[in-house]
């Protein structure tokens, strides 16, 4: 009798081990889906930052700079 315990024990252990686990393809997933993230975040810097400088030049162009 303590051997079905100790069997069901194990396999209760081992079954929530292997699908608590994840799997290549959901790791693969997370990892594109993060770069893509990090793609759209910094060409809306890049946007923000060309778009600062743009607005620098037409001050200086149009003679409002502040400095």
Do not use: H, W
């Not at 608590?20 to 930052?49: L, Y």
């Not at 200086?60 to 400095?67: A, F, K, P, S, V």
């Amino acid at each position: 009798m303590k051997r079905i315990f100790l069997s069901l024990a194990v396999l209760a252990i081992v079954a929530t081990t292997y699908s608590c686990r994840e799997t290549t393809q959901e790791k693969t997933e997370d990892a594109v889906e993060a770069i893509g993230e990090d793609i759209e975040n910094a060409a809306e810097e890049t946007g923000d930052a060309i778009q600062e400088g743009a607005d620098e030049l037409n001050d200086e162009i149009q003679g409002n700079d502040d400095m």
